[in-house]
């Protein structure tokens, strides 16, 4: 076990605290995502190295080679400072590595550099009403008719797409062949006439899902992503990414240190909060649960940075267990303030660090969403324990 | 950085393992269940080096740490072996060394496999029932119970103050008998103590508590190991067990059990290897992370142990198939060395979060 990443990284991590002391008022203040405030603050990270930056600088990016190191000290430091990383999103996220893997060179030109610096907004158009978990069920349709793809069918759970300017989205080219090989990864502007975006309210109250509805949109034959037929491979490049990032250690951690400082100034019966066994014992099972989460993290960290080491089924239940574990802080926080956990958007008596409804559905938000916890499950005993698969059921006429 | 078993290690490992595997498997265990001996596999695991392994370099051990003492423990776990390890091996030595009196001698034994120590925590930890100590002039007198081994040549004995005192089994002040456990691949022992002599280890807290976070550390280890060993048997057993036409791993009410299971162990894996190196390399963060790993090694156990009986159906439930003997081992550790509330009880202290 060594658990430092040597002393030449400790120049590193100074480096990243002294660019966040000196930045703490260039954060974006206006809420708008694509204010000039938010777009001048992801080109300072950018130009910096803390944002895109193992993405070449031919497209845009910083042009670092890729250090899991620096990059996790750079994601502690903010994490720290509780400044924001800049700007995310599945454009960033999920479409620019795809295409830095498998996009032409004049795709990679198009799209890569407006993308990080946050002047194209794109969604994600996967999930279908009739494809959720069996995503590679999917049936919008695209047909070619001369230079174009003619794409009907309907989107749904497509985020932020009421303001995207572009979607990347899977669609069924051939209808004949197995479902695996049907699909194709095309991109278009979300502009093009017969796309229509209705907004999904969630559990929230936040409208940032849609329904997304396309009749007869006509997409450029080139702006297909990998070969005709090859979406669901084209898409599974990356998308255990997703999953990796869906709820991250370090934030788990913070959130819990907030509700133990909570438990310190809120008080019941005259009592601190903090003083209640009951409570207590509570804080320090959760606490035990995340410090076991987290060294966890550290190890499939590690299996990253030495060839040979396996960490495989450590890291297949990062999603699962993070997930769950940050909704049952969240309503930990919620359970021992009583009726003031109920508090939600303006009540004035809201506790601590507050969200703490909010966080609590979205998180359960989570639970489902990135491929829900069940499916999690399937993956585990599945590839991890090599269990065999639910055998298929005919379908009653 | 690297968050991880060293080669040495897992060679520790696969040794270790090797050795159980060709000796303890379970008609042995259940032969000492039945009142056999231990002491062919404790001379076999201690000519392996186990007993010698956190014993200083310049006192003639081996002078590895506590994360070496967890992977072993976690082999015996996994095998369910009958053996002294923790006291013998990993809390008599550690007191020992860590104390300021010589105790080459008595070290020297150890190594060999000539003498096991065993450990009277109980009181210390949390005294109950009518046990309680008394030591003075050199002399102790009162009650012990659920001591462990029931075998031992000598008792590492913490007083309700934390002083650390050694007691000769053989003493005519000293009176053992036995008690049975739930866990019949360990035996515990009640010791009655009357003006027997206490010959002094330590009065310095810092040696209970290191003593007694290793302790806590290896126990979570061997629950390790045994989850382990509960899951490997639910996922072989669903994959050759049939019904409705089909092995029942394919059902996805068995799969997500197997699922879960691992999903709450591994993350066990990674929190014992950091609790042992934390003990030897990280002082800050070493007794927190010590109960919580107890703690939390406990409450994981506990459900795979419950819920690896359940994928074996009926059969989980029988003598036949033995599964009960890692059953009944995660939940002895769990109550041994103080169970989960009063372990996390102490992590909220330690933190200050507590009076």
Redesign the interface.
């Known amino acids: 076990m060594d658990l430092s990443f040597g002393s030449e990284y400790d120049d590193f991590r100074a480096e990243v605290r002294g660019f966040l002391q000196n930045n703490k008022d260039k954060v974006p203040t206006s809420g708008n995502m694509r204010g000039q405030d938010a777009l001048d603050y992801q080109k300072l990270l950018i130009d910096n190295g803390y944002a895109a930056r193992t993405i070449p600088s031919e497209y845009g990016g910083f042009g670092a080679p890729p250090n899991i190191i620096q990059s996790r000290i750079i994601g502690e430091e903010f994490v720290s400072a509780r400044m924001s990383q800049g700007m995310g999103g599945q454009g960033i996220s999920m479409l620019t590595p795809t295409l830095l893997e498998v996009g032409t060179e004049e795709q990679k030109q198009q799209f890569i550099r407006p993308t990080i610096h946050g002047e194209i907004n794109w969604c994600q158009g996967y999930s279908e009403p009739g494809a959720g978990s069996d995503l590679a069920s999917l049936s919008t349709a695209a047909v070619l008719d001369g230079d174009e793809w003619v794409v009907n069918g309907q989107k749904i759970w497509t985020s932020g797409a009421h303001h995207a300017d572009w979607i990347f989205c899977l669609v069924r080219t051939e209808p004949e062949a197995p479902k695996h090989q049907g699909i194709s990864f095309l991109l278009f502007r979300m502009d093009t006439p017969g796309i229509e975006v209705r907004p999904l309210v969630d559990m929230t109250g936040v409208a940032n899902f849609n329904e997304t509805f396309f009749t007869d949109v006509r997409v450029p034959k080139d702006q297909i992503v990998g070969a005709r037929g090859q979406g669901w491979q084209v898409a599974n490049t990356i998308l255990g990414h997703e999953r990796d990032s869906l709820a991250s250690p370090n934030q788990t951690l913070a959130r819990l240190q907030a509700v133990t400082a909570m438990m310190k100034d809120e008080s019941l019966n005259g009592e601190r909060l903090i003083d209640i066994p009951v409570y207590r014992d509570r804080l320090m099972r959760l606490q035990g649960r995340e410090m076991s989460l987290r060294f966890n993290e550290m190890r499939v960290l590690s299996s990253r940075l030495n060839e040979g080491q396996d960490a495989s089924l450590a890291r297949m239940i990062t999603k699962l267990q993070g997930t769950e574990l940050r909704h049952e802080v969240e309503g930990m926080a919620i359970d021992i303030m009583g009726e003031i956990g109920l508090s939600y958007e303006d009540n004035p008596y809201t506790r601590g660090e507050g969200g703490w409804q909010s966080q609590y559905m979205y998180y359960l938000g989570l639970i489902i969403g990135g491929g829900t916890n069940q499916i999690q499950k399937n993956i585990i005993s599945e590839r991890g324990l090599d269990m065999p698969r639910e055998p298929k059921v005919e379908k009653k006429q | ?4 078993l ?1 080669e040495e290690q897992t060679l520790l490992q696969d040794n270790v393992n090797r050795f159980l595997k060709d000796n303890v498997p379970l008609d042995r265990v259940r032969a000492y269940a039945e009142g056999g001996d231990d002491s062919d596999i404790w001379q076999g695991l201690a000519e392996l080096g186990l007993a010698a392994l956190l014993v200083p370099e310049d006192q003639g051990g081996i002078g590895l740490g506590a ?1 070496d003492a967890a992977i072993v423990a976690e082999c015996l776990g996994y095998h369910v072996a009958p053996a002294p390890f923790l006291g013998t091996a990993v809390m008599a030595p550690t007191a020992l060394s860590l104390s300021e009196g010589d105790h080459s001698e008595l070290l020297g034994q150890i190594i060999a496999g000539e003498k096991r120590v065993g450990i009277a925590f109980g009181e210390a930890v949390g005294r109950r029932n009518d046990a309680g100590l008394s030591v003075e002039g050199g002399k102790i007198s009162g009650k012990s119970i659920f001591a462990f081994d029931a075998d031992a040549d000598y008792y590492l004995v913490a007083d309700h103050t934390h002083n650390l005192h050694l007691v000769d089994s053989a003493d005519k002040g000293l009176q053992r008998k036995p008690l049975t456990t739930v866990d019949k691949s360990r035996r515990t022992v009640e010791i009655l103590y009357d003006n027997a002599i206490a010959m002094p280890v330590s009065n310095d807290p810092a040696v209970y508590e290191g003593t007694l976070d290793v302790g806590r550390v290896v126990l979570a280890a061997d629950t390790l190991g045994a989850a382990q060993n509960m899951i490997d048997q639910s ?1 072989a057993y ?2 050759q067990r049939e019904q409705f036409n ?2 029942i ?4 009410a068995v ?2 059990m ?3 299971m ?3 162990l ?6 014992v ?2 609790a042992g ?1 934390a003990l030897a ?2 002082a800050d963060e070493a007794r927190v ?1 010590a109960c ?2 107890k ?2 090694l406990a ?1 994981v156990g506990k459900s795979v142990s419950k819920t690896a009986t359940e994928v074996h159906g009926g059969m989980g439930f029988t003598d036949l198939l033995g599964l009960h003997y890692w059953f009944k081992r995660i939940g002895a550790n769990r109550q041994w060395l103080g169970a989960p ?1 009063l372990v ?2 102490e ?2 202290r330690l933190q200050g ?3």
Do not use: I, N, Y
């Not at chain 2, 950085?1 to 991880?4: K, N, S």
């Open positions: 950085m690297q968050f991880g060293s994360l996922v669903a994959k089909r092995v791993a394919s059902f996805q799969k997500h197997c699922a879960q691992t999903a709450d591994e993350p066990c894996r990674s929190m290897w950091m190196h390399d990280l992370t919580h790993t703690a939390h409450e509330e996390r009880e992590a909220a979060l507590a009076a």
